[in-house]
């Protein structure tokens, strides 16, 4: 997929849900929790989806400002993927 963007985002976590994305951002990424505590992401219902220590999720074809992040203050996960629906 020529001219595809990548994304690599390292975010540091706070107690309360926070975006992803500030804007409209579609993308196939992996979200991977590099702390000692678990990280939630904000699923439909609205209902918390536990993403355990060194666990990983993934998701394609996503609006990224719909996708919300919490977990223990300062601790960090990261978002690896591409701009696109596409993912394989």
Do not use: C, F
Request: charged residues 10%; hydrophobic residues 50%; without cysteine.
């Amino acid at each position: 997929m020529a001219g595809a963007a990548l994304i690599a985002k390292s975010i540091v976590l706070k107690a309360t849900y926070e975006k992803v994305a500030a804007t409209t951002l579609i993308a196939s990424v992996t979200i991977t929790n590099e702390s000692a505590h678990a990280a939630y992401l904000l699923g439909a219902g609205p209902v918390d989806v536990v993403i355990g220590v060194g666990r990983q999720i993934t998701l394609a074809g996503v609006d990224l400002s719909g996708v919300q992040l919490k977990g223990t203050a300062n601790d960090i996960v990261t978002v690896i993927g591409q701009a696109g629906a596409w993912m394989h």
